[in-house]
Nanobody
Framework: QVQLVESGGGLVQAGGSLRLSCAAS????????MGWFRQAPGKEREFVAA????????YYADSVKGRFTISRDNAKNTVYLQMASLKPEDTAVYYC????????????????WGQGTQVTVSS
């Protein structure tokens, strides 16, 4: 009962930055974790980053640690992914997801997904 819409994707040169946004609507009051996943050409979907409801716990894939920053604004029902020092390997469709189960870990058991936004990093 929640809808997720990603935005901010596009084409950027290697070493550049990009900021993704995901706005949630509908049953937003019970969302606990918000996260980002990505799927590159020929690859399976992989975890990128996640943040809990209070915003005081964040989690990152090893491949993006130190380069990506996740944040959220509960008043706007929005989660962000600030991406810096982008590499061609970061090229993928990026998906926003939300989790309602407070017991679940940050890496799986997400309940709803957005349609994705394309990020392309050129060399």
């Amino acid at each position: 009962q929640v809808q997720l819409v990603e935005s901010g994707g596009g084409l950027v040169q290697a070493g550049g930055s990009l900021r993704l946004s995901c706005a949630a609507s509908g049953r937003t009051f019970a969302i606990y974790t918000m996260g980002w996943f990505r799927q590159a050409p020929g690859k399976e979907r992989e975890f990128v980053a996640a943040i809990n409801r209070a915003g005081d716990s964040t989690y990152y894939a090893d491949s993006v640690k130190g380069r990506f920053t996740i944040s959220r604004d509960n008043a706007k029902n929005t989660v962000y992914l600030q991406m810096a020092s982008l590499k061609p390997e970061d090229t993928a469709v990026y998906y926003c997801a939300v989790q309602y189960n407070v017991i679940a870990g940050p890496y799986d058991e997400y309940n709803y997904w957005g349609q994705g936004t394309q990020v392309t990093v050129s060399s």
